[in-house]
Structures are given as C-alpha cells and as structure tokens.
C-alpha cells in the first residue's frame, strides 16, 4: 500500500477539542498540527493535504506540494483570501452536524420573534402579567436568501413548524414545496417576506447586501407587524449601521444577528444592548471537530482512490 500524503493542520479552534479529536483519526497518516511548537519551522513541502481555519500567513509559502485545501467550516471566504493559495482544489466543510446546528439556530430565532420574546422579556424586567396577541406560523412568511445545503434544510425545518417559507438564490433552484426565485425575482421575493433569513456565502456580489435598501422591500404588513432580520451567513453581507437605522426608524421590527462586520463585536456597538436584537457570537453552526476530521478522512480516501473531492468551491463563484 503506497504511503499515504501528510496533513497539516492550522486550525484556529479549542486546542482541547483538536486534541480530543485527533485520537484515533487519521489512522496510518503523518499530521502535522502547527500549533506545537515542534512543527513551527518544519519542512511542509511533503505535505500534500492542508486543513485550515485562519491559518498562519505564510503557510502555502512553506507547503508547497499541496493537492487539495480543506475548509475548517461551511464558509470559504477567509481561504479564498489568503496570500499565496494555490492553484488546487479548496473543499468546504459539509455535514450533518453542522447543517443541523445552523438549522437549530434559524429555527429558535424565529420561533423567538414569533412568541414575541423580546416582548415578554421586557414585561418580566416589569413582574407584568400580560398576555401578548400570537400569529400563528402558518401566517408568517419567512424567506430565505442563500438556498444551498444550510438553506434547504432550514427551509425543511421551518416548514415542519408550520411557516410559510420562500427562497431566493442567484440562480434559481427547484426545490420540492418551496417557491423559489431568482436574482431577477428579489423585489418579489422581499414583498412576501416577513422574516428574512441571510445565509449567503461572502462574495464581491453579496458584500454589503442586507442594507438600507433592502430592508425597505420587505413586506411591512405582516402578521409580526413589521419584518425581521436574522442573518448566521457572513457578517461583511449585512451593513449594521442600516440595521440600526431601519430599527430605529420601524423599517425592522427586529434582528438576530449570529455574524457581524468586526468580529468580535466591539464592545461599544449598541447591537449588544439593543432591545429589539438577539445577539450571539458566530456560534450558530460551530464546526464539530471530530466530525470534520472524519469529512476530511473521507475526502483524502476518495483521492487517494482516484476519485474526486466531494464540495469543491466554484472559484468564479466564490462558493
């Protein structure tokens, strides 16, 4: 059996998750994790596989005879960008655990808007008894822009709920009993819109698209009383000083914000204490290390078997 290529690890994650993981993973492999400081200065020009979060700046100067890059999580943004990424394949992190977590998050936050807890929590701060007005599900759309893995099963998810729930993609996709539309479609997609769920990968395209604009074509007579933001896709595709513009101004009538421009939120933004936000700390889909060192396994087995890589990024689409 021919020696199988090195790994190199450069993950940004919990050193004791990474530790916990790699027992048992890998088995028959050299990795190579440069976190310790015995692999600080090693010769990676053997390597032929490199898995990474937030890498080291001059890593691909140093593994020179890569054959694929693995994403340490769903998005590909922050590898696409690094300086000297070669020419191969870069492959994102796909798997149920992490598909099911963001689906959790998109679920609960909208259930959260729904139930009106902001309101509630607010009432409790006051020990006051009142019971608020409740839509049900079913009388609120929620749309949702990015319908790729994450997008699908949330829209799945959302329906066993009870909502409505509508898609919007650049290209159109056919998805069984969700309405779909297209780049050309957004103006509709946003006038039936309610809850706007962000899950779009980060391109030059969806840079700074969650804005003032935006905002002003969802649907303002809903059941909610006025529409919701809820973005857990990439914090450069939403403009937060329009978010608290539009909350101020009654364009939102509310946020739940998983990412954010600057990470992490600065500690003077208002978006910390704002009465109208949920806010947590990009933690809605965290990737589950044991699981991507499995998806990793499984994509060097398909290579070194002379079959391809499964969840290539298109590099013209950034995605």
């Given at each position: ?6 790994l ?5 994650f919990?050193r004791?998750q990474?530790?916990a993981?790699l ?7 050299e ?11 090693l010769?990676?020009?053997g390597?032929g596989?490199?898995l ?9 100067a ?6 694929v ?13 690094l ?15 992490l ?48 319908m ?12 066993v709920m009870?909502f409505?729930?509508i ?8 998805i069984?009993g969700v309405e ?10 946003l ?7 962000g ?7 969806t ?7 935006l905002?002003k074509?969802l649907?303002?007579n809903g059941?909610l009383?006025?529409?919701?933001f ?8 939403q ?5 608290l ?12 914000l ?5 990470e ?6 208002p978006l ?6 949920f806010?947590?700390?990009?933690a ?28 290539v ?7």
């Amino acid at each position: 059996m021919p020696k199988k290529s090195p790994l190199v690890l450069d993950l940004k994650f919990d050193r004791a998750q990474i530790a916990a993981a790699l027992k048992g993973a890998f088995a028959g492999r050299e990795v190579i994790d440069l976190a310790l400081p015995v692999n600080r200065s090693l010769d990676l020009s053997g390597a032929g596989y490199a898995l990474v979060w937030r890498p080291s700046a001059d890593l691909f100067a140093r593994a020179t005879n890569l054959k694929v890059v693995f994403s340490g999580g769903a998005g590909v943004d922050h590898v696409m960008t690094l300086p000297g990424l070669p020419d191969v394949p870069v492959v994102r992190f796909v798997d149920p655990t992490l598909t099911n977590r963001m689906s959790e998050w998109i679920v609960m936050q909208c259930l959260l808007h729904l139930r009106q807890f902001k309101a509630y929590e607010a009432q409790n701060r006051k020990h006051l008894w009142h019971e608020l007005a409740q839509p049900e599900a079913a009388e609120v759309t929620v749309g949702i822009m990015g319908m790729g893995v994450l997008g699908q099963d949330a829209a799945r998810k959302l329906k066993v709920m009870g909502f409505d729930v509508i898609g919007w993609s650049r290209r159109k996709k056919e998805i069984e009993g969700v309405e779909t539309f297209d780049a050309a479609g957004l103006d509709a997609f946003l006038a039936r819109t309610d809850i706007l769920v962000g899950l779009l990968p980060m391109t030059p395209d969806t840079a700074g698209i969650f804005n003032a604009s935006l905002f002003k074509g969802l649907r303002r007579n809903g059941a909610l009383g006025g529409p919701v933001f809820v973005n857990a896709g990439r914090g450069g595709s939403q403009v937060e000083a329009d978010i608290l513009a539009a909350l101020a101004g009654g364009v939102l009538a509310g946020a739940s914000l998983d990412v954010f421009e600057t990470e992490p939120l600065p500690l003077q933004s208002p978006l910390w204490t704002h009465e109208k936000v949920f806010v947590t700390p990009h933690a809605a889909a965290a990737s589950d290390v044991r699981a991507l060192f499995a998806h990793v396994e499984r994509q060097m087995d398909r290579i070194e078997n002379g079959e391809p890589p499964e969840h290539v990024v298109d590099r013209a689409a950034g995605y």
